[in-house]
């Protein structure tokens, strides 16, 4: 928690797009965001496939400084990933969006979503708006989605968006496939799909 602000006084205030999808809000990143976002990083199975070492994020103060890059990506770039709110409770469901920080492959849209809301398709729903958001907004003819070759989840979810596994890369030190979602594709999906 930052200190008191005096009366009169006022901080920078980042507004950005906010994307609304069926079940999901998809916005920027507020202070609340950084326990649930810690809480999801903590959890094995996710911490697994989404922190740059594989491994669980179990120190306050890392996970502060995880979500810290989230929200700076969109200070840097204009751009970055999503938080994802569950409209029906307005909670943190985990986060989906652009990233692209130096030295990536290509514009990526990733996705990781909280334990607790696996399983409900949000990942899914959500990929497919930021997608369609990133598509209409940027100049680009391809989507790459980085996905750990054990993601078997996460792998599935790139075959329902019609990506295609093009190549492999090293990732942080192992083997990831590259997913491509390319523009044409995309817009030759019917509607329902995207």
Excluded at 6 to 31: F, H, Y
Excluded at 43 to 64: H, L, N, Q, Y
Excluded at 94 to 111: N, S, Y
Excluded at 170 to 182: E, I, R, Y
Aim: net charge negative.
């Amino acid at each position: 928690m930052i200190a008191p602000i005096k009366p009169g006084a006022a901080l920078a205030q980042l507004s950005g797009p906010v994307i609304e999808a069926e079940r999901l809000t998809l916005r920027m990143w507020r202070e609340a965001d950084i326990a649930p976002n810690t809480a999801m990083l903590a959890d094995p199975a996710s911490g697994r496939f989404i922190t740059a070492d594989g491994k669980p994020i179990t120190d306050e103060f890392v996970g502060w400084r995880n979500a810290a890059i989230m929200a700076g990506h969109w200070l840097l770039h204009g751009v970055g990933m999503f938080v994802v709110e569950e409209k029906s409770t307005g909670k943190f469901a985990g986060r989906v969006g652009p990233w692209f920080p130096p030295k990536w492959p290509d514009f990526e849209i990733g996705w990781g979503i909280a334990s607790e809301f696996r399983g409900k398709g949000y990942a899914l729903e959500a990929a497919r708006a930021s997608i369609d958001w990133a598509f209409a907004t940027f100049e680009i003819e391809q989507i790459i989605h980085c996905i750990d070759r054990e993601n078997i989840a996460s792998q599935s979810v790139a075959r329902r968006l019609g990506a295609e596994n093009q190549r492999e890369i090293d990732l942080f030190g192992h083997v990831a496939d590259v997913w491509v979602t390319s523009r044409n594709k995309w817009r030759a999906l019917p509607a329902s799909a995207n």
